[in-house]
């Protein structure tokens, strides 16, 4: 195994965002077999695939793995209500089945995947947004959304009218606590006196944060009726609700961790999707599977994403955003402070 701080970007656009896996089987009793990997295992965060945003970031990482290593995969949806235990069965099973590597998707996932990979140690696991589990057939798939964020942050101050924004996180915990650090940073970056408005959905996921729209349109209605005119959420498919009540009320929207603007099922929100804070979990996905079935050096420890390397950004689709020179010359200026160390970005 060899352990890393960085992963490298591999194409353009949020399928082409790069990461690899590959390795053995494994057996029933946990050691793994000597045949080749039998593809790629894809356990989803709660919102499941078709959230346009953090899982179908991952899925879109996992096909491009499927396509350019010839390999199959399976992915699987969570349940409502699951527990651990469910979790620690659903990865088992795909260990079990001879997937690797198998990857969680979502900080949920940390006690499920300490407990295969100590099971399974042949096996390659990876998750995505923790980085609590020390362990050589461990990938801790981790990103600096505080750096995106600030510059969410800079382009709402930018594109505000009213000197009046909003954030919208999923759920009350540290991960997206980072989210809105940056964001107001960066906001207040351009002007310190701007208001921000900040609502959490939840104190848990269990409670919804993560998946249920008509929080998040609520969320977004009370902001802008309170006179908010740009709102950035970092709550999975929650935020499809905020986008829906931005486009309602013809104000701004930021997304997240993927390009929305580009996002089919919100084909009728984008002329409202200002831009989105890009996270490269489609990378991240790919570049594990590539370590493991292409490279047979798999993965282990931090494997980080930051502006440096192109792991987190914002997306330019919008017109309205890529052709604004005054905002573009701002965020130029704030994307290299970050990069050359004269800004630091706060995470709480």
Excluded at 96 to 114: D, E
Aim: charged letters at 20%; proline letters at 3%; hydrophobic letters at 40%.
């Amino acid at each position: 195994m060899r352990r890393v701080s960085r992963f490298a970007v591999a194409g353009a656009a949020a399928a082409a965002l790069a990461v690899t896996v590959s390795a053995c089987g494994s057996s029933s009793t946990g050691s793994a077999g000597s045949g080749a990997s039998k593809g790629i295992g894809l356990a989803y965060d709660v919102g499941g695939k078709g959230d346009q945003s953090f899982n179908d970031a991952a899925y879109a990482g996992f096909q491009k793995a499927e396509k350019d290593f010839g390999v199959s995969g399976r992915d699987i949806e969570p349940q409502d209500g699951e527990s651990d235990a469910d979790k620690v069965q659903r990865l088992e099973t795909l260990a079990k089945s001879g997937y690797n590597p198998v990857i969680g998707v979502g900080f949920a996932y940390a006690p499920a995947v300490k407990e295969a990979a100590a099971k399974y140690p042949k096996i390659t696991f990876g998750i995505i947004d923790d980085n609590t589990i020390q362990e050589k057939n461990v990938a801790d798939l981790v990103f600096h959304e505080e750096q995106s964020s600030y510059l969410a942050g800079v382009a709402a101050a930018k594109a505000t009218k009213k000197n009046h924004i909003g954030f919208i996180g999923g759920v009350d915990v540290p991960l997206i606590h980072k989210f809105e650090a940056g964001f107001d940073q960066g906001a207040k970056s351009v002007n310190p006196s701007i208001k921000i408005e900040s609502q959490y959905l939840t104190q848990t996921a269990q409670e919804g944060g993560f998946s249920s729209p008509d929080k998040g349109e609520n969320a977004a209605n009370g902001q802008i009726d309170a006179g908010a005119d740009v709102v950035y959420h970092a709550a999975g498919l929650s935020g499809q609700g905020v986008i829906k009540a931005a486009a309602a009320h013809k104000v701004w929207a930021i997304g997240v961790d993927s390009d929305q603007y580009s996002q089919g099922a919100l084909s009728a929100y984008k002329d409202s999707i200002l831009t989105s804070a890009l996270k490269n979990v489609s990378g991240a996905v790919y570049d594990l599977a590539k370590s493991v079935i292409k490279d047979h050096k798999p993965l282990s420890g931090d494997v980080r994403g930051s502006l440096d390397n192109g792991g987190v950004g914002l997306a330019d689709s919008n017109p309205a955003f890529k052709n604004n020179a005054d905002l573009q010359a701002a965020l130029k200026k704030a994307e290299q402070g970050i990069k050359d160390g004269s800004i630091t970005v706060k995470t709480s």
